[in-house]
């Protein structure tokens, strides 16, 4: 516990202690508690009996988004001189930066390594997708290229497939398709990538449900909550039917969003949802079709809603 100067309010005291674990000060004449908790802004410090506090040095956290797993020396540059350092100096500095650069990506793995970060950072951004799927994404790829899966294929291409197996895995709603039209590569090859990723390393990709494809369509189209909600019941009654088995959850789900639409009168036409969900109108159609067939009730709903909405506008 360190003593601090400082005038107590209460009795005038000057002797304050300081607990350096909870952020306490005390008064040591009259126990008043000045502060009890506080936010330390400075270096870390490291105390032992016999010595003073010894300050430690800070380190930035672990990147695997950095080549070097953002452990690297950060040299910046130094065309401007804003630090107004002599020509001689500069030159130097200039110098260290060449040299680091070199060493940071002096083997083709790590130029390789590189590459992809920044292919993979861009094909995130295109999508839209969280911080957690890109790195996971890098995970992915890096130990791909220590299993040599990446030797005799092009980088954007597999980085296209650890992309989309991160997805995979986070359980984000993304198709092939997608995936694909963002980095404008053929979604065959980017299948077969990633087939082999899965074959070659034991990841655990579980399948898609509809309840995340749902929410999808939702708010990409800016449908209201209530439609939300109401897609979810339809897809409650369809699971206790066993309507969705061998059927693809974005079908399935861009059906159910149809029918809630149908029936809290949301004008909304079927080519919208399915050029959202990547899938025809025919198949749209017939998932419709699958559900108002086997769940009756939706069907007498959406056909009694049909007659009211007549009845007023007569």
Not at 190 to 216: F, W
Not at 248 to 258: E, K
Request: positive net charge; aromatic residues 4%; hydrophobic residues 35%.
């Amino acid at each position: 516990m360190a003593i601090l100067s400082v005038v107590c309010p209460e009795c005038g005291c000057t002797r304050i202690a300081i607990d350096q674990i909870s952020g306490e000060r005390a008064c040591m004449g009259c126990g008043l508690v000045l502060l009890d908790r506080r936010v330390s802004l400075e270096p870390e410090t490291r105390e032992y009996p016999e010595f003073d506090s010894v300050p430690t040095s800070r380190a930035s956290p672990v990147s695997t988004m950095a080549e070097t797993l953002g452990r690297a020396t950060q040299i910046p540059g130094f065309t401007d001189n804003k630090w107004n350092m002599p020509e001689n100096k500069l030159f130097d500095m200039y110098r260290l930066k060449k040299l680091s650069t070199r060493m940071t990506t002096d083997s083709s793995q790590a130029r390789n390594i590189s590459t992809a970060i920044h292919t993979i950072c861009n094909i995130t951004s295109t999508l839209n997708l969280p911080r957690h799927i890109t790195e996971e994404a890098l995970v992915t790829y890096k130990r791909a290229l220590k299993l040599g899966i990446i030797r005799g294929r092009r980088i954007i291409e597999v980085a296209a497939a650890c992309v989309y197996c991160a997805c995979r895995v986070h359980k984000q709603p993304r198709s092939i398709q997608e995936v694909a039209e963002s980095t404008g590569i053929d979604p065959r090859s980017l299948a077969s990538n990633y087939r082999t990723i899965l074959k070659r390393m034991p990841i655990n990709t579980p399948v898609h449900g509809i309840e995340p494809h749902i929410a999808r369509i939702v708010g990409n189209l800016g449908l209201p909550g209530q439609v939300e909600m109401t897609a979810k019941d339809i897809l409650n009654m369809c699971l206790d039917k066993r309507i969705t088995a061998g059927k693809g959850p974005s079908g399935m789900a861009a059906a159910m969003v149809y029918i809630s639409c149908r029936i809290h009168n949301h004008p909304i036409t079927q080519r919208e949802i399915s050029r959202i969900c990547s899938i025809t109108d025919v198949t749209l159609r017939n998932r419709y079709q699958d559900i108002l067939k086997q769940v009756p009730e939706l069907k007498e709903r959406i056909h009694k809603l049909r007659i009211d909405r007549r009845r007023i506008d007569r």
